[in-house]
């Protein structure tokens, strides 16, 4: 119940924070076209392009901790829960990979904060490396992710489907 409760108090301080962080970056954004526009030499256009470079990756951070610190709706889609916590897990200089293999998106009516739970503890494990993305979002296999006992047991009593192999976690979402 705590953890629950501390989750719902993490979005609600993480989400305007973000959203002031990304305003900010907007800002600088605006700045940076105008020195852009203005650099009357080759390393003051190369350093305004480095910069802009810069701007690029902090926003999105900061609208990936925006669509993490939002409810998750229901129906929710599996594969775009994915796409939203693996811009996060690569900032903490983790290198994940998707593989896609999916020509139907797949929604499915289980709790969205038990999917976004359930995927983002097997990301966050040390050995997490790939992830594949089958049948549509049905089905999320994350290479070298593990899943705590008690983010398993949430997950199954939500209707996850979660097969632990060695090697390799298998999340299944009908």
Do not use: C
């Not at 105008?34 to 080759?42: D, G, H, K, P």
């Not at 983790?94 to 709790?111: F, G, N, S």
């Amino acid at each position: 119940m705590v953890a629950a409760l501390w989750v719902d108090l993490l979005g609600k301080l993480a989400g305007p924070a973000a959203h002031a962080v990304n305003n900010a970056l907007n800002n600088v954004a605006i700045n940076l076209a105008l020195v852009q526009s203005r650099a009357n030499t080759a390393a003051a256009a190369a350093y305004a392009e480095r910069a802009d470079g810069y701007l690029m990756e902090a926003t999105r951070l900061a609208q990936a901790v925006m669509a993490l610190a939002r409810p998750v709706p229901v129906p929710v889609e599996p594969a775009s829960v994915l796409h939203q916590l693996v811009p996060v897990i690569r900032a903490a200089d983790r290198v994940v990979e998707i593989r896609d293999e999916m020509a139907l998106v797949v929604t499915t009516p289980i709790d969205g904060a038990a999917v976004r739970l359930a995927l983002a503890a097997a990301l966050v494990e040390e050995g997490a490396s790939r992830v594949h993305v089958l049948r549509g979002g049905e089905e999320v296999q994350v290479e070298g992710g593990g899943v705590p006992a008690d983010v398993a047991d949430a997950a199954r009593r939500a209707g996850i489907g979660l097969r632990v192999e060695l090697g390799h976690v298998t999340f299944t979402f009908t």
